[in-house]
C-alpha cells in the first residue's frame, strides 16, 4: 500500500514515517508555494531512507493565509488554511504520475500530535477528505503526547534543533515568513511568528 506523508524535514514527521513504514510504502511529500527550494526535506527524507516528492500548492491559498495572520496578528488560523489545503492536495493524487515510486495512493498521512494546537485535521475533516479522495488519512502520532514524541526520537534520530528561523526546513511557516516580508515588512514576521525552536533530522541513530 501506498502513503504519502506530508514532510517538513522535522522529527515529527519523521516518527510518523517510521510508525507506518511496517505497513505502507511510504513517500515524504513536502508541499510548496514556489517561494522557497523543499532540499532541506529532500535532504533530510534521503537522511533516513525515504522517497521524497514536492506537490505543488495554490499560491492564492498562501496568499490568503498571510493577509489573515496579518489581520489576526498572529499565525494560526493561516497555518491551519494551509495544512488543510495541502492535506486535501496531497490526497487529490494528480502529481502520482509523476513520482515513479507510487502506483496508486492508499493513504495521506501527517505528523500533527496529541498536543500540537495547529495544525490539526479534526475528524470531520478526515472523514471527508477519506470521502471524497478514496484514501485512508491517517495521523499516527495523533495519540502521543510531547515527552513521548521527545523520548522516541532520542532513541531514532540524529536531531539538530533552534531558532525557527535560522533551521532549514520545507515546512509552511518557511514560505509564510517569506510573503509575510514581502508583503507587510520584517517587522510584520516579529509581530506574528512568536520565538520557537524548530527540529531538522539529520539521520537515523
Given at each position: 500500500m501506498d502513503c504519502a506523508l506530508l514532510?517538513?524535514?522535522?522529527?515529527?514527521?519523521?516518527?510518523?514515517?517510521?510508525?507506518?513504514?511496517?505497513?505502507?510504502?511510504?513517500?515524504?511529500?513536502?508541499?510548496?508555494?514556489?517561494?522557497r527550494d523543499a532540499e532541506p526535506a529532500r535532504e533530510a527524507a534521503a537522511a533516513v531512507g525515504f522517497d521524497h516528492a514536492t506537490v505543488d500548492l495554490d499560491p492564492d491559498v498562501a496568499?490568503?493565509?498571510?493577509?489573515?495572520?496579518?489581520?489576526?496578528?498572529y499565525p494560526r488560523n493561516g497555518i491551519q488554511r494551509v495544512h488543510e489545503h495541502a492535506?486535501?492536495?496531497?490526497?487529490?493524487?494528480?502529481?502520482?504520475?509523476?513520482v515513479a515510486a507510487v502506483e496508486t495512493?492508499?493513504?495521506?498521512?501527517?505528523?500533527?500530535?496529541?498536543?500540537?494546537?495547529?495544525?490539526?485535521?479534526?475528524?470531520?475533516?478526515?472523514?471527508?477528505?477519506?470521502?471524497r479522495f478514496?484514501?485512508?488519512y491517517l495521523a499516527p502520532l495523533a495519540g502521543i503526547g510531547r515527552g513521548a514524541i521527545d523520548a522516541m526520537a532520542a532513541d531514532r534520530l540524529v536531531v539538530e534543533r533552534g531558532p525557527s528561523a535560522e533551521i532549514p526546513k520545507a515546512d509552511y511557516?518557511?514560505?509564510?515568513?517569506?510573503?509575510?516580508?514581502?508583503?507587510?515588512?520584517?517587522g510584520a514576521v516579529d509581530d506574528v511568528f512568536p520565538d520557537h525552536?524548530?527540529?531538522?533530522?539529520?539521520g537515523l541513530r
Open positions: 514532510f517538513s524535514g522535522g522529527k515529527d514527521s519523521t516518527l510518523a514515517a517510521l510508525l507506518l513504514d511496517p505497513f505502507y510504502d511510504v513517500t515524504l511529500v513536502s508541499g510548496t508555494f514556489g517561494v496568499h490568503e493565509a498571510v493577509e489573515r495572520m496579518h489581520d489576526d496578528g492535506v486535501e492536495t496531497v490526497a487529490a493524487g494528480e502529481w502520482v504520475a509523476d495512493l492508499d493513504a495521506v498521512a501527517d505528523g500533527t500530535r496529541r498536543d500540537d494546537r495547529v495544525p490539526t485535521v479534526d475528524r470531520p475533516l478526515a472523514q471527508s477528505v477519506e470521502d478514496g484514501v485512508d511557516e518557511v514560505e509564510l515568513r517569506a510573503l509575510l516580508r514581502a508583503e507587510h515588512g520584517d525552536t524548530q527540529s531538522r533530522v539529520r
